[in-house]
């Protein structure tokens, strides 16, 4: 059910607007809001996008499918081309749902960006059983090869390379790291740009905000770029809670990257409003925990209070994206609503999380309304 106007007032109260400028604005206000959508309202700004799942993308949900055409004007596949998807078994490939992926995207005009090349988790089961550099090798070309070719000149830009690192901002120990070393990474990127030389090519990974992985992954970029490998930008993974990472943190990963000359993205945008079982943070998809009440106390819905803090939290971080919107060039949703986001199960399975800014009924939450205030205000 949407927020009744009163929450609507107090988000705005809370984003530090004058009485006097929305009382000025407010007759138009609930109707601008119906209609307005994201992704015209930021399209001066960037790219908003979402991530689709396999029921997004053939259409099972016709008030989801809605959304994802009105609202968002870019899009990203959730799971159907990570390698265990799409190629399964050595010689053989699934395109299934992928080519319907890219169809949808270029029957709604929009942004498709590909997910993702190169990945230590959700592998096939085969790709862990290479042992050496060149058998490895030889599987990235035909893998980059074969799908970015079969989607040349559609799929505009690509995550090659996804969380690398450790949280440290050491290269993470993967199959690829073990068979190929380092050089893996110069791979995959010089592999992506011969078969697609027009896409944009990315890295993409969680916590970023975090000053050690941050620099690692800087140092691992001026090293690639040093080489003359092409890399276009850097997706932030925005997997954030409600007071972690810091807007000081954020603010300074758009900088830093923004200084080696990256498009800045923020991939994977949601934020969960549950407690965070010791301490975790980030995106690690091996992490899982035991679950209890304590941990999932907004079973029968989300209280009022926590809509308004959550929307303010989303107007804080989207008024520092505004600031540097010449660096940022797409910001894309981990989900199309509450009841697809992944983190209902992670890190613990079948809890009750409300990340996004529509609910499970696809309606738009106070965090919708709190993005579209800011916009109003500028």
Known sequence: MRPNCFFTILTIVLLAYSCEQQSSSSAGFKDDTETATLANVFEDNFYIGTALGAQHITGENAKATELIQTQFNAITPENIMKWMHIHPGRDSFNFDLPDQFVALGEANDMHIVGHTLVWHSQTAPWVNDIADSAAMAAVMEQHINTIMGRYKGRVHGWDVVNEALNEDGSLRESIFLKTMGEAYLKRAFDLAAAADPDAELYYNDYNLCEPAKRAGCIEM???????????????????????????????????????????????EVDISVLPTPWGLRGADVNQNFEGGNIMDPYQEGLPDSVAVSLGKRYADIFRLFLKYDENISRVTFWGVDDGHSWKNNFPIRGRTDYTLLFDRNQEPKVAFDSLMVLKRAE
Do not use: C, W
């Not at 090293?223 to 997706?235: E, F, H, S, W, Y």
């Open 221 to 267: 970029i001026k090293k690639l770029q040093a080489d003359g490998t092409k890399i276009d930008g850097v997706g932030i993974q925005g997997h954030f809670y409600m007071n972690t990472p810091s807007l000081e943190e954020i603010e300074k990963t758009i900088r830093e990257f923004s200084a080696l000359g990256l498009k800045v993205m923020f991939t």
